[in-house]
């Protein structure tokens, strides 16, 4: 029978740092709040985010399936009416648009198994345990990165068989496929922020309406000047357009620093208004069930 | 025996459908569901409208303007729109075990189902009322006379009744509010986007315009926009020819889907 007392809260579990002799090791522990300690812990928790999502049928229909089917079906709708406008093949703007969609579809997933794993209670039971504290949230938005990485992988397959096509060399290739992460990323903590502290119902409603309305008012739907003019600045200006629009200069070609720019800035705003309410909402889950 | 009988109250179906029903609606006036419901509605009609209309506007045919030719596609948008809601209602219920404890308790096996439904539908019709007055402003009239006007409002309830009870079916089911929303917001848009809602059949490529033609959203919206009618005559009759196909889909869509619900309703584990 083992008693814990104070002085035995040193002790660590982890066997490949411990030495010494008997079965009953005592190692000087890292400190719960170290730097390594939130490297590894984040690691497992994002890996557990990565396997559960692997296995769950909704999210891969919301991060794989749903992109895919939309991308055709916008292209079939919508597709030839743009390319006569634009006089290049329409897809340089949908396949970036769809990504950008897919990617938040998936985000609002994400939210919703928060709030579950807040419910259950297995934030509260992490919060006990000695794991770094800031690894519960930077494993969701490090899963995130691959999540976002996967949706745009196929969304970009799908729209190669169509034929989008890069036409500026395998290092935009590159560039392309990093551009969704900044504001997927920025997108996921607003999500994960709301989650924290709205409603299941209304978190779902209003995180649906943000991405609709980023979709089809933005340049990846339809070209510009086809918006009555009071509009054309959100349109112009807004984060989906500005990302869709360096994406298809690197695909296509055209201005890629400018929006790119533009975009970044909105990314990191995004991402400094949401950071204290999420770190605070986070806290709050955790110790108030 | 006759005390013990005596001190079983007696069930009313309908003050259980009732109580059942006020559990939904209730809390609707607290949180923010409603104007997140209304707001939907809004951007709904402008998402489409905007954008579309330079685009399409010089193709509808004979029409009066693009907003007539929208807004029929925009009311069944809103309306599924509250139909989604009812499928993840039914599925945190579900998941929740709610639905087992009423297996327990001496309520009829479809009371559950049918106050949801009610709740459904009084949403349906505050996203009918919204996107209709949004259509108003974009230029959308009735040209149609009373009881072409009602019968609009009354098919668009009807619609909105199907996709409850199909949301509220895949709801149950599932047991999955994560799975609720793609599941269902996505065949919303594809059909959506996929029918004569939006542009005329012949600006689809060849090998999909049967498919575009037939399926409901596009029988849907052939019915309504010619109970709507329009200024010119390319709005389309009301004869059997333009409502009979869209009522068939309602109809048969209820057929399959109330025994079904009263399958899942009683299904043991």
Redesign the interface.
Same mark, same amino acid.
């Given at each position: 029978m083992m008693t814990l007392t104070v002085k035995d809260s040193q002790l660590v579990v982890d066997p490949p740092t411990a030495r010494g002799k008997g079965r009953h090791r005592r190692v000087p522990a890292l400190p719960e709040n170290s730097l390594r300690r939130l490297v590894a812990n984040t690691g497992v928790l994002a890996a557990r985010l990565l396997r559960r999502w692997s296995r769950d049928s909704a999210t891969l229909f919301a991060s794989v399936i749903m992109p895919i089917v939309l991308l055709v079906t916008v292209d079939i709708v919508l597709g030839e009416g743009v390319t006569q406008i634009t006089k290049h093949d329409a897809l340089y703007g949908t396949v970036p648009l769809i990504a950008m969609v897919g990617i938040m579809g998936g985000a609002n997933g994400s939210g919703i198994s928060l709030m579950r794993e807040r419910t259950d209670g297995l934030l509260s039971r992490l919060w006990v345990l000695p794991v770094h504290r800031a690894s519960g949230l930077a494993s969701r938005l490090v899963a995130d990165v691959f999540r976002i990485e996967v949706t745009t992988a196929a969304v970009l397959c799908v729209g190669l068989m169509l034929g989008f096509r890069f036409h500026q060399g395998p290092l935009a290739w590159v560039a392309w496929m990093l551009v969704p992460v900044a504001l997927g990323l920025a997108f996921s903590a607003t999500v994960i922020t709301i989650s924290l502290y709205a409603s299941d119902k209304v978190m779902v409603d209003a995180t649906e309406i943000i991405w609709i309305v980023l979709m089809f008012f933005s340049t990846g739907f339809v070209p510009l000047h086809l918006y009555p003019d009071w509009i054309q600045p959100f349109v112009e200006h807004q984060p989906v357009s500005l990302a869709v629009e360096a994406m298809r200069g690197l695909s296509h070609g055209g201005e890629v620093r400018g929006p790119l720019i533009e975009m970044l800035l909105w990314a990191a705003g995004i991402a400094a208004a949401v950071a204290i309410p999420m770190a605070l909402g986070y806290r709050k889950a955790s110790t108030h069930g | 025996m006759t005390e013990m009988s005596a001190a079983r109250p007696s069930v009313s179906s309908v003050q259980q459908w009732w109580v059942l029903t006020a559990r939904t609606i209730t809390p609707t006036f607290r949180? *923010?569901?409603l104007p997140?419901?209304a707001?939907?509605s809004i951007?709904?009609t402008? *998402?489409?409208y905007?954008?579309?209309?330079?685009?399409?506007g010089p193709v509808i045919g004979g029409m009066s303007s693009y907003a007539q030719y929208l807004t029929p596609m925009m009311a069944i948008q809103a309306i599924a729109f509250a139909a989604v809601?009812a499928a993840? #209602?039914s599925a $945190?219920d579900s998941v929740q075990g709610i639905n087992r404890r009423f297996k327990a308790l001496p309520i009829g096996r479809l009371i559950p189902m049918a106050s949801r439904l009610s709740a459904t539908m009084y949403r349906c019709v505050i996203a009918l009322s919204i996107a209709l007055l949004a259509g108003h402003v974009i230029g959308f009239r009735f040209y149609g006379g009373t009881a072409h006007t009602v019968s609009f409002c009354i098919l668009a309830l009807l619609i909105g009744a199907t996709l409850a009870l199909l949301g509220d079916l895949i709801g149950t089911w599932n047991e999955?509010?994560? *799975?609720t929303?793609?599941?269902m $917001? $996505?065949p919303q848009?594809?059909f959506g986007?996929?029918s004569v809602g939006?542009?005329p059949i012949h #600006?689809?490529?060849e090998w999909?315009q049967p498919f575009v033609r037939n399926q409901p959203v596009s029988q849907w919206v052939i019915a309504m926009r010619a109970l709507a009618g329009d200024s010119t005559p390319a709005a389309g009759a009301v004869t059997w020819n333009s409502i009979g196909p869209a009522l068939a889909w309602i109809l048969g869509a209820m057929l399959i889907l109330i025994p079904l619900h009263a399958l899942v309703a009683t299904r043991r584990r």
């Open positions: - | 949180n *923010a569901e997140t419901l707001v939907a951007i709904f402008a *998402a489409f905007l954008p579309l209309k330079n685009l399409m809601s993840f #209602r $945190v999955n509010p994560e *799975a929303l793609p599941i $917001v $996505v848009l594809i986007l996929l939006l542009q #600006r689809f490529p999909i």
